[in-house]
């Protein structure tokens, strides 16, 4: 059905006087499981279609969003060729992509997920509960709950139809898990989340990131700042993956380049980050969050080198920065809500392992403060790199002995500060989740502001 509306939408618009039209949908069959107190409370199965449409009239373009599928096409399309007319010229338009780009492969259908009954799902969620539980048991707390949580799984499909001939069609499957486990012990209570979002299904991944949550919780009871001043700072894989994620891929965006919203502007063939660093952007890694052989255009991803060896390399393109900039497409188009325009983003960002890991750092390190969770980071700033973060779950370490558990402290610097000079180490030990891949990061002299 979904199909069939798309190309006759495509078709009206073009009949409507329309010189080019896109029409774009994601279908999503979702199983969803919530968790409270140790018991899985709720089991829902919903069917979600998001359809966006966006046409030209010359170089003016618009677009909209469709709410539901039982439309009158001639009446979509005259509205959005209502909207175009009005809509100011784009002196760059380049116009939609042609079917010259293709589309590539990459693994991001895993038929175990699409095919995984109601109680099979269940299974795969108190089998986590229970590691993450008895993981904490095992560490001689006086009680574990799991508070809260949720497994989601289910399959999307994912199509790009336009005027010029692109016809893209795939369909993915992802899993996520989300659990959190309260504990008290001796010492006073913590807690401690497990989060991972893949497209495949492994689940002794699932049993281990549990198992290993569990073990963490007790470390963290009795947690307060530390005093304020300036201290090495050990991310682990997942607080890397969040901070570079949040701050580099925006700057890896060309359209952020163009507007100079950037501070990678001008810097193509420049070293901006310690030699130790290589970051690509790869949709073929098998089962990732990000894997996928189209972006929002139809235009066929790839992988790509981002940061070699410290060097800017090239930043993410949509077809419309890479038309401004003169470049080739690089599949990275991906639009935020249905009908809009797409903006270059990244699918699987991946620090290239180096060596050593977070066990390894902990242990020479003299005095450090090792981050296991954050929040606040996202008011981090990707114009100018400022790193802004409120440390929820850290240790204090002192030659790989745990000194304290600390909380409510923020830590401060300059992204390119701390992965150039302030680069200590970047480990061998790589975690890939929700298309953000990175291994342990040990950074000297970052100012942490705490009592």
């Not at 359209?255 to 660093?277: C, M, Q």
Request: include cysteine.
């Amino acid at each position: 059905m979904v199909e069939a509306v798309l190309e006759k939408l495509v078709e009206a618009g073009v009949g409507k006087g329309l010189s080019e039209v896109e029409a774009y949908s994601v279908e999503s069959s979702i199983l969803s499981l919530t968790v409270s107190s140790n018991k899985v409370k709720e089991a829902s199965r919903s069917r979600i279609v998001t359809t966006g449409l966006r046409g030209a009239i010359g170089r003016r373009v618009g677009g909209l969003a469709l709410t539901a599928l039982n439309v009158d096409p001639v009446e979509v399309a005259g509205e959005l060729a209502r909207i175009a007319g009005a809509a100011p010229e784009d002196p760059y338009w380049p116009g939609f992509p042609t079917p010259l780009h293709g589309t590539s492969r990459a693994l991001c259908l895993d038929k175990r997920i699409a095919e995984l009954s109601e109680e099979e799902a269940v299974e795969i969620l108190l089998n986590a509960m229970e590691a993450m539980r008895s993981a904490a048991i095992s560490m001689h707390v006086d009680e574990a709950v799991v508070v809260e949580g949720s497994l989601n799984m289910g399959s999307q499909r994912y199509r790009v139809v336009n005027s010029h001939g692109v016809d893209a069609d795939a369909e993915c499957t992802f899993i996520s898990l989300w659990l959190t486990l309260s504990v008290k012990t001796s010492r006073g209570s913590s807690d401690k989340s497990v989060f991972t979002v893949r497209r495949g299904l492994d689940e002794q991944y699932l049993m281990e990131r549990s198992r290993e949550a569990g073990e963490l919780a007790p470390l963290f009871a009795g947690a307060r700042p530390v005093e304020s001043g300036v201290y090495d700072v050990i991310l682990t894989p997942e607080s890397a993956g969040l901070i570079l994620s949040t701050l580099l891929t925006p700057a890896f965006s060309a359209l952020n380049i163009l507007e100079s919203r950037s501070p990678l502007k001008g810097k193509v063939g420049e070293e901006v980050v310690s030699p130790v660093l290589t970051i690509t952007d790869d949709p073929t890694l098998p089962l990732e969050t990000g894997s996928r052989g189209f972006d929002d255009e139809g235009v066929g991803t790839r992988m790509k080198v981002i940061l070699d060896k410290g060097v800017f390399k090239q930043p993410l393109h949509s077809y419309y920065t890479a038309s401004r900039m003169g470049d080739e497409p690089t599949g990275n188009g991906f639009r935020r809500v249905p009908g809009s325009p797409t903006q270059p983003g990244a699918t699987n960002m991946v620090v290239q392992p180096v060596r050593g890991s977070l066990e390894d750092f902990t242990r020479e390190a003299g005095r450090a403060l090792v981050v296991y969770e954050m929040i606040g980071y996202w008011m981090s700033n990707p114009v100018n790199g400022v790193v802004k973060a409120t440390v929820s779950h850290g240790l204090l370490v002192e030659k790989g002995e745990v000194v304290k558990p600390v909380k409510g402290v923020v830590i401060t610097g300059n992204i390119y500060e701390w992965l150039g000079r302030g680069l200590i180490g970047v480990g061998s030990d790589l975690r890939i989740n929700n298309g953000v891949g990175s291994p342990s990061i040990w950074v000297s002299r970052v100012n942490v502001a705490g009592e």
